[in-house]
């Protein structure tokens, strides 16, 4: 079983709907982060959560709200889905500071397209 | 931020070494040196970081030059298992809080058998 999984795999969806992206991870570790990934670009940084309750903005987090219900379960949601929203996201953990020598742990992503 | 340059692509023969290159000349005095790869439908894994000197684990080897204005990824023995996108990041010792990480376009690898 994956480490750090996320659901749904993909989803397909309409403009101006709700929807809420999961991830759960059995290792232990109080970090979280939430990253989303363009064709063609790289990740960038959407929320991160250091603790239950402890929840930071990343650079693109405009349009995204994030809940941290514990601390294995981190999810995403779009209040109002739109089309540019569409991208490949993925969950990440981490179980040291935030300094140079941590390493993140990925989850498979999940796909999202907003008609 | 500073910034990292890759190959867009690279091919490679099984069980042939593999030597992805990485420059970072704008590369600052507390930034280190984390390398990442992207297997098919999967997300990011670690494979290796470092400061100044050579470092190697179970996954890979990474040469930095004396200068640090780059550095080479080494997969000493190819397989197919290693086809994938190969990410070079710098991460700053100053602004490590937060985790933002830049992942640029990084280097597709190909391996043939």
């Known amino acids: 079983d994956a480490d750090v999984t996320q659901t749904p795999r993909n989803r397909i969806t309409k403009t101006g709907k709700r929807i809420m992206l999961e991830c759960s991870q059995t290792k232990g570790h109080d970090r979280m982060y939430w990253y989303r990934q363009d064709p063609g670009l790289g990740l960038r940084l959407i929320y991160y959560s250091f603790d239950v309750k402890d929840i930071n903005k990343g650079e693109i987090s405009d349009g995204y709200s994030v809940s941290r219900q514990a601390q294995a379960k981190f999810s995403l949601s779009l209040e109002s889905a739109i089309p540019n929203q569409t991208a490949l996201y993925f969950c990440?953990?981490?179980?040291?500071?935030?300094?140079?020598?941590?390493?993140?742990?990925f989850g498979s992503g999940t796909q999202l397209s907003v008609l | 931020d500073a910034k990292t340059t890759q190959p867009n692509s690279m091919e490679s023969n099984e069980e042939e070494p593999v030597h992805l290159p990485c420059n970072h000349s704008t590369i600052s005095g507390t930034d280190y040196i984390h390398w990442y790869r992207q297997l098919p439908s999967q997300g990011p894994e670690y494979v290796i970081h470092?400061?100044?000197s050579n470092v190697n684990n179970r996954m890979a080897s990474l040469a930095i030059a004396e200068d640090r204005k780059s550095s080479t990824l080494i997969l000493h023995r190819a397989t197919l298992r290693d086809a994938a996108v190969y990410y070079c990041?710098?991460?700053?010792?100053?602004?490590?809080?937060?985790?933002?990480?830049?992942f640029g376009g990084g280097t597709r690898v190909l391996v043939k058998p």
């Open positions: 470092g400061l100044t």
């Open positions: 990440a953990t981490s179980d040291k500071p935030p300094d140079v020598n941590e390493k993140l742990f």
């Open positions: 990041i710098l991460r700053s010792l100053i602004k490590a809080a937060g985790n933002k990480l830049t």
